[in-house]
Structures are given as C-alpha cells and as structure tokens.
C-alpha cells in the first residue's frame, strides 16, 4: 500500500464497518448513511491508499490481504481519536441552528440527535436563514445549519459540507378569509396574477428568494418587493393582519392565528433542504447529528421525490453529489 499524507476518520469507520459485517447493506444500515455513499467512501479510501481492500461478488465481500492488514491500523486509529477527544475532557456545546423557532425539519433532527448522544449537549440558535448563518459557521461561532445550500455563492460553498436532508414540499400561508383558503389544496395557477412575500430584500435569506424567482418565472406570479422584516410571532401576525399578502413557506411551517397554510401543487414545488457545516468540524456530537437526520430522511422517504415535482437543476445536481 502507498502512504497517503492524509486520511478522513469516515473512510476508516466505513472500511471498518464493512469489514466486520462484510456486507455493504447491513453497514450502511450501522452507520445510517445511503449503500451508495459507503460504497464510495470505501472506494475513495481504497483510492488514497492504492490498494483494493475488497472481493465484491453478487453472493458475498471478502477481505483482500491488504484489507486484512488494514483492519488493525484503522481500529488504533480511530481509537486514539476518540482518546484525543475525550482526553479534553466534556465537549462544549454542539450549536446547531435551526433557522426559525418552529420549522419542522430541522427541530425534528435535532431533537433525534439528542436521543442518539444524550451524553453530549446540543444547543439550538436561530440564524432565520442559511445565508444568515454561513458567516457564524466560517467564523466557528456554530457549527450547523440547516438550508438550500445551492443558495449560497460558490466562493461560500468551498469552504462548506453538507448532507442533503429533505425535497421539503412548499405551501402558500394565506389570511384567513382569501378565496383560495377554501381550497385543501391550491395550484401554482391560482397565484397568477398575485403578489407573493418571498422574503425578498431579507440578508439573512436570500436563497429562498432567488427560489421563489425560479418558481414564479413564466407562471405569472410576482416577487413581493421588500419590507421591514417582522420579527417574532406577535410582529410577523401584525404585518400579516395589516398586509394581507400570501407568503411562501413550507409545509411543516409553525401555525400562525388568523392564517391558513394550503399546499402547493400541479407541480409541487420542493425546497432542498441540506445539513451544512464548515470543512473539518470535529465534535463528538456531530456524528449523532449526521446519523439523526439520515434516520429520520430514511423513515419518512424525505429524500424520495415526487413524480410531479418541481426543483431547479442547480439543486437537484447539488442535492444528488452525496446521494
């Protein structure tokens, strides 16, 4: 084998699932990521090292001889890691945003991760936008967000990771008494002709306006222009009672009073939504965090997307990179 100047700890735990179940499935399922993304782990690892770790037929993986050398390595290896960490004695806190107070998708992973790693402390903040936290993650004042990660500049994106989550569908939140209230269900083709709040002129939240523009483009539907931003629920309910104009969010969007939130369909339109983090964070608790949100995304088929739905090509290559 030739030496490489260095080697990422999740190709090792990938190799060395494999090896002790040898079995690719039944180590996917150990670790909770995709077969196709250990798959590749193993084979970037094999890669950097030069040397084919695996026999892979139809009916079994065996171990070569250089994978059988390797197994004792990538066990010292990962145990002095977990040495390292824990010779600091308690992690600080894992600070983990969740964009707003509320939104499903990402409290739910957070709350799985606390499950997975009761031992370790995860905070929450509230950033209100992937945008609006990426200066915090590259700063290292947190760790995680949550959010449309083709959104962000590409200057941004090189010095970011990210694990796609959820296609999360889209909803219109509409006052209560607007004609398409009526409706369980409202087609984009009914918002022709309106004004639709999409954040815009928000700093914190750019990328899901630049979403609504490629939603709305050619079907008729305008941009709301930017306003003060409301901030809390009791501001948000106020601005909404005042201007009584649709908003695009989400379906698993917070409840508001004297508001009705509908679906969108015919297509329906998928917010991508990713885990991201700066390169090279390392923290007990992040495991946890990653393995939470693959759980819940494998459980719920949050990655499965609907035959009639809609998402820009910028995402859907962006989303299908770590598939």
Known sequence: MSAPTHLDPRLLRAFLAVAEELHFTRAAARLYV???ALS???????RELGAELFVRTTRQVTLTAD???LVPHARRALQAQDDLLAAFGPARALLVDLNSPGLGTPRRVLHRARELAPEHELMARYESGLAGAVGELVAGRLDASFGRFAGLDPALRAGLDHQPV?????AILLPEGDPLAESDRVPL????????YAGAGNARTPEWTDLA???????GIEVAAPSPLAVGDEEFQRIMAKTPTPILVVVDFPAMPRTVLRPLIDPVP???VSLVWRKGLVHPAFDALRRAAAQIAAEEGWLRRPAEGWIPAIDL?????HK
């Not at 590749?40 to 094999?46: F, H, I, N, S, Y």
């Not at 523009?213 to 079907?219: C, S």
């Not at 290559?317 to 990179?321: D, F, G, L, S």
Request: glycine share 8%; no cysteine.
């Open 34 to 36: 995709a077969q196709q």
């Open 40 to 46: 590749r782990d193993v084979r970037r690892l094999e």
């Open 67 to 69: 994978g059988e050398r």
């Open 166 to 170: 959820r296609y999360e569908p889209m």
């Open 189 to 196: 083709a009914a918002l022709a002709g309106r004004t639709v």
């Open 213 to 219: 523009h490629r939603l709305f483009d050619g079907r």
């Open 270 to 272: 998928l917010s991508p």
């Open 317 to 321: 290559a962006t989303m299908n990179v």
